[in-house]
């Protein structure tokens, strides 16, 4: 059984809608994606016209929060791996 579904997930997916475009858009670097910024959230309200009340910006950026720990959580175990990797493919020392 997984998690239960909202109540009403269409009084919402207008945010998960405006996440995805607002990530199709961001900078990265080296070390993974920047986070989405107050700043792209008002460039996109402009860009596109749409109105997006203060609640709806953090939840955006909540959402972009969990997203980013992820991606964190991601990287940090293929370091591990790696270094595991690397580790067991390295000659013993005595």
Excluded: C, N
Excluded at 4 to 15: A, F, K, N, R, S
Excluded at 44 to 54: C, L, S
Excluded at 63 to 89: F, P, S, W
Aim: glycine share 8%; hydrophobic share 40%.
């Amino acid at each position: 059984m997984g998690e239960p579904e909202p109540d009403h997930p269409d009084l919402v997916i207008h945010i998960w809608a405006w996440f995805l475009d607002l990530h199709a858009a961001r900078a990265g670097g080296g070390m993974g994606p920047s986070g989405i910024t107050y700043e792209a959230i008002l460039a996109y309200q402009q860009v596109t016209g749409t109105i997006i009340r203060p609640w709806e910006a953090r939840a955006i950026k909540a959402i972009d929060g969990e997203y980013l720990a992820i991606v964190a959580e991601t990287q940090e175990e293929r370091r591990k791996r790696r270094e595991r990797e690397r580790r067991a493919q390295a000659p013993a020392r005595r």
